[in-house]
């Protein structure tokens, strides 16, 4: 039944989802964090260029 689910949304034409990791630096340590967010496609350069 999970298998009926899942090919039902997967459709021609639908959002592509891609997982981002981004390293920012920490202003009280200095060390660098890891930020993860999973987003479409679309939105990926926005996040990357944004401070």
């Given at each position: 039944?999970?298998?009926?689910?899942?090919?039902t949304l997967k459709k021609e034409g639908g959002v592509?989802?891609?997982?981002?990791?981004?390293?920012?630096?920490?202003?009280?340590?200095?060390?660098?964090?890891?930020?993860?967010?999973?987003?479409?496609?679309?939105?990926?350069?926005?996040?990357?260029?944004?401070?």
């Amino acid at each position: 039944m999970a298998k009926k689910v899942v090919a039902t949304l997967k459709k021609e034409g639908g959002v592509k989802y891609t997982r981002v990791v981004k390293a920012v630096k920490s202003p009280k340590t200095g060390a660098y964090v890891f930020k993860e967010e999973i987003m479409p496609e679309d939105q990926v350069k926005d996040f990357l260029n944004a401070k």
